[in-house]
């Protein structure tokens, strides 16, 4: 074979991996053989057939090819790193990257190419059409959140202790059959629906609360492209990815476009994170169709996503799941780990065998599971860590075994649940939507004098953590804007609060804001000034050409020359009469206007 290389044509390419001669019109054809079946020149006979082959050093063309190995060898050997040519550091163990596990994490043991064996240019040949296919079939399934659940399925309540992730990561949904509450949104008469079983998805930006599924959104749609080998499907998080990563992914997504006609969904949750300019990255990409962009944000995306972005996608707004969908959640997780239902009787006869091995029964209340459904808020994730927590609670406070060795039994009870839940906050985001939709909730309901609404809203607010300076502020605004004239002492009662919040602070402040929020709740209304004053302005920014001048005779004085240009001139100083009064103080064209009845069509 060394022969061959000295009467190689002028043309020939030696290839870098196993140093043979081919032609420019072959050589392509044969890198991708070459690098995907690992082709070697080790020299397995001159090793001993229990341990891995001896590498031979390669820094030349001159090194000697030798024969290959035996087939007891070639089963006993193990298959060199790929780019073991090119590492600078031959003293330092190959590190086994992503690119690398591709080819060679998954060739099978008894492949011959996965043993250094050398084949010939023919069967090269043989092997090129089939390249492609070999490739893609080697590479190893990318992990899911439906592994999780098939596991799931075979797991005994037991063995949630041991579990290392969430029991919601485990158990989310792999199918829409599986995925519940958001029927306006995926339903069969919705129009995303037909779409998502064409795998004609549009850019989306998928907007709801914590826990409504929009995460497990993504990713059913990841492993319906992934079933139908019609896209390849990308995860990034907002909070720990850079633009750099991003602009890489973009780059793969293009030549996976152009090699492979194959598109790219890019899914980035919490995608408010990334802030305008790394948002403009996406424009031209998602606009030429390179990548399908899904965004998943808890906040208003007209305020948090960039316009320009939010023109090229389509907005789902998730709602918060009701009670009902979370008790569907609920009882398909206490189905999937073997939980039973405390007074209904088992219709799975492998239920029966649950306390083969030692294994204790479990058993949860239905009204524990009812209040998990109220109080977790609409939150699928805290309702099923909750009750994955209230599990393992108990689980380890009883004696797994009783006094004849037999499995002892356990029960989840509602008070568990409300312990393992412990709900100490309330869903509120002082920056966000539900900041301006609460403090807009108490404006209204004080001016509809609804006075426990009023307080309700004040303590959502209060509860949630926003600053009770603020709500002062508001309650002083009202004062003037709804109350007014009908109860003057209203803004004194209103910024005496604000006062005495600022001297206190809270907890202690909340009494004083809730005394001041009753107390325009219940006075009378009168918008009167604060009508009378936009009219003012409507005025103003409708007057066609200059503002009219001050009169005269309103004018002030202070120097000799302005008196002598006739300013003050004629003015009647009030108080210096007993009777009323007979001035103009408008201007000429506005004489005789009154702007608490003015309309803007007067004029």
């Known amino acids: 074979m060394a022969n061959e290389k000295t009467a190689a044509a002028p043309d020939s390419v030696q290839c870098p991996v196993c140093f043979k001669d081919f032609t420019s019109a072959t050589i ?16 397995p006979s001159t090793a001993d057939e229990s341990g891995p082959p001896v590498k031979k050093s390669r820094t030349g063309p001159e090194a000697v090819i ?40 998954k060739q099978s043991p008894g492949s011959a190419a996965s ?18 296919e070999t490739l893609r079939s080697q590479q190893p399934a990318p992990a899911s959140s439906g592994q999780g659940l098939k596991t799931a399925k075979r797991l005994s309540p037991r063995t949630l202790l ?49 826990g409504c599924g929009k995460t497990t959104l993504a990713h059913i749609i990841a492993s319906t492209s992934k079933r139908k080998g019609t896209a390849r499907f990308v995860t990034l998080s907002a909070t720990s990815t850079s633009t750099n990563e991003v602009r890489e992914v973009i780059k793969q997504a293009q030549n996976e476009l152009r090699l492979c006609k194959r598109k790219t969904i890019l899914f980035i949750d919490e995608i408010h994170r990334f802030n305008k300019s790394q948002q403009d990255t996406f424009l031209p990409h998602v606009e030429c169709g390179t990548v399908t962009l899904i965004g998943a944000t808890t906040e208003n995306p007209s305020f948090q996503v960039n316009a ?52 204790p029964k479990i058993y949860i209340q239905q009204k524990a599971l009812d209040t998990l459904a109220y109080l977790c808020d609409g939150d699928a994730r805290v309702g099923l860590n909750s009750l994955q927590l209230a599990v393992q609670a108990q689980m380890s406070k009883t004696n797994l075994l009783a006094p004849d060795d037999s499995p002892q039994e356990i029960l989840v009870t509602e008070e568990h649940v409300k312990e393992g839940l412990q709900r100490s906050h309330i869903l509120y985001d002082k920056a966000g939507e539900e900041h301006y939709n609460c403090i807009s909730a108490l404006h209204k309901s004080m001016r509809g004098s609804h006075e426990n609404a009023s307080l309700y809203w004040l303590g959502r607010m209060l509860e949630g953590g926003e600053d009770p300076l603020y709500v002062a502020r508001r309650l002083v605004r009202f004062a003037s ?44 209304k009168s918008v009167s000034i604060y009508k009378a004053y936009d009219n003012v302005k409507t005025c103003l920014r409708s007057h066609k050409g200059p503002l009219p001048p001050v009169p005269l005779h309103l004018r002030n004085a202070p120097t000799r ?24 103080y408008l201007p000429e064209e506005l004489q005789g206007i009154n702007f608490f009845t003015w309309k803007p069509s007067d004029s």
């Open 481 to 524: 804007e709804d109350v007014g004239m009908a109860d003057p002492a209203a803004l004194t009662q209103a910024v005496s609060a604000f006062q005495a919040c600022h001297f206190i602070g809270m907890p202690e402040c909340e009494v004083i804001l809730a005394q001041c929020a009753v107390y325009l709740a219940r006075a009378p």
């Open 115 to 132: 043993k250094g064996v050398k084949r010939s240019l023919n069967e090269e040949a043989d092997l090129g059409a089939a390249g492609t």
């Open 66 to 105: 030798k024969p290959a190995a035996s087939s007891s060898s070639m089963a006993s050997a193990q298959s060199p790193g790929v780019f073991s040519l090119f590492q600078g550091n031959k003293g330092k163990p190959p590190v086994q990257t992503e690119r690398n596990g591709l080819f060679v994490g």
């Open 561 to 584: 020359l302005m008196k002598q240009l006739g300013y003050s001139k004629g003015y009647k100083y009030n108080p210096a009469f007993s009777d009323p009064v007979e001035q103009e």
């Open 28 to 43: 392509n054809g044969h890198l991708d053989i070459c690098l995907l079946k690992g082709v070697t020149d080790s020299s």
């Open 162 to 210: 041991a579990v290392d992730k969430p029991l919601a990561e485990v158990l989310r949904p792999e199918t829409l059959e599986e995925y519940f509450g958001q029927n306006k949104v995926v339903g069969e008469q919705s129009l995303f629906r037909p779409l998502l079983d064409s795998q004609e998805i549009p850019s989306l930006i998928l907007w709801g609360p914590p």
């Open 308 to 359: 320009a972005l939010l023109s090229r996608c389509k907005v789902l707004v998730l709602e918060k799941l009701s009670v009902e969908a979370m008790g569907s959640i609920l009882n398909r997780a206490v189905a999937t780990v073997g939980i039973k239902i405390q007074g209904q009787d088992s219709t799975n006869p492998k239920d029966e065998d649950q306390t083969d091995g030692h294994r």
